[in-house]
């Protein structure tokens, strides 16, 4: 088991940045890839970023490239959602997530994922 503790969230201006953490707990070693994702009011729950452990390789939703970075010193334990230039429409809940099994890429769907923690509000105002 895996627990994930998001903070970091809050109330921006538009242009804003931020900074999520994830804090991570519980059997850490057994994690090769963490992520974050995120949830609007109304809409499903989608993609933001992943890191793979074992390569530190990382992916980032199309949309918000050039204006997130996932990062992660020492990823088993916390890894971060660096958030600059912030738009009303990245308005949402986000979501840390771990994965447990074994995974050579660094994954974008939420059901790839073992464990997810309660979430963050974010809230980007115009």
């Known amino acids: 088991q895996v627990d994930l503790v998001e903070s970091g969230g809050g109330l921006v201006q538009a242009g804003g940045s931020l900074t999520l953490s994830c804090a991570a707990s519980g059997r850490t070693s057994t994690t090769t890839l963490m992520g974050w994702f995120r949830q609007a009011p109304g809409k499903e729950r989608e993609f933001v970023a992943s890191f793979l452990l074992s390569t530190t390789e990382t992916r980032v939703k199309d949309s918000v490239k050039g204006r997130f970075t996932i990062s992660g010193g020492n990823a088993r334990e916390r890894v971060y959602l660096l958030m600059s230039d912030l738009k009303p429409e990245d308005t949402a809940v986000y979501y840390c997530?771990?994965?447990?099994?074994?995974?050579?890429?660094?994954?974008?769907?939420?059901?790839?994922?073992?464990?997810w923690g309660q979430g963050t509000q974010v809230t980007v105002s115009s």
């Open positions: 997530a771990a994965r447990s099994r074994f995974t050579v890429v660094p994954l974008q769907t939420a059901s790839d994922y073992d464990y």
